[in-house]
């Protein structure tokens, strides 16, 4: 079989590319850094270097590959995060049309069911309602729950203000959690089998904690039992946010988030399926790692 990735070498493609060049297919990795191209290489894919918002590249690179996962990477770069996001979802689903894929494995996000009031995970939202307009293509979105690796932003309030917190949510409140390993896995099963048809969703978690106790669980793994979870006003958390050197518009899509899991809008549709976590990696495993860090 013939698969295309996008993202690069990222924390999501990475381990998927991994496994299924282990299962032996034919493996072509998109990324906008030629310096990635000797390592694409040596992980025994094809690199294909070009610029997402290029829909003829797109179309040229997807034409003749049986399935393709595709992600629109995050950016700290942009003074319009909305428009890149939409920008790339567009270039995304023309170049899907004009090039005859039939099968697609979408990252996207718990939130997006809503598509709109969740910053972000808007333009994730966007993209998956202009897959749904495709005829004769296959599409599951992949709804990921919110990643552990946000988690490291609050290294330094572990270490210099002995807390942890944001203006998501109170302490005995909820929140679905998933590892990037544990999206890749569940998107290599689908590229794998192709067992999807139509237009569908998948919520992909690791874990589901009440606040308190991602607090509680890091606390023990860094030497601090007490850590408490704290919650932010959302005035504290942009001008956080502003302070640590993020554009304005991120820092805006990151509040209009953070209210979005605090009233629970998010998170609704996961807790109204019942999407139970299937990966494997819990946030104590997570927490270990997290300690290192701090």
Partial sequence: MKYVITGSTGNISLPLAQKLIAAGHDITIISSDENKRTAIEKLGAKP???NLFDTD???????????????????????DWPAFMKQAADSYVQAVAQSGLKKVVQLSSIGAHLGHSCGPIDGLGYLEQQLGTLTNVDVISLRAAYFYTNLFSMVPLIQQAGIMGSNFGAAGEKMALVHPVDI???AAQKLLSLDFTGHSTLYVSS???FFSEI?????????KPELPWMVFSDEDAYNGMIQAGLPET???GYLQMGKAFRSGIAQEDYFA???QPQG???????????AQAV
Wanted: aromatic share 10%; glycine share 6%.
């Fill in 184 to 186: 890749a896995e569940v």
């Fill in 215 to 223: 607090a509680k669980v890091v606390g023990s793994a860094v030497g």
């Fill in 48 to 50: 294909a270097i070009g």
């Fill in 207 to 209: 874990d589901v904690r």
């Fill in 57 to 79: 590249f797109l179309t040229q690179t997807f034409t003749g590959a049986d399935a393709a996962y595709i992600m629109i990477p995050p950016t700290f770069t942009t003074h």
């Fill in 273 to 275: 399926t019942n999407a």
């Fill in 280 to 290: 494997s990696f819990k946030l104590e495993a997570f927490a270990q790692i997290l």
């Fill in 250 to 252: 991120n820092a805006q």
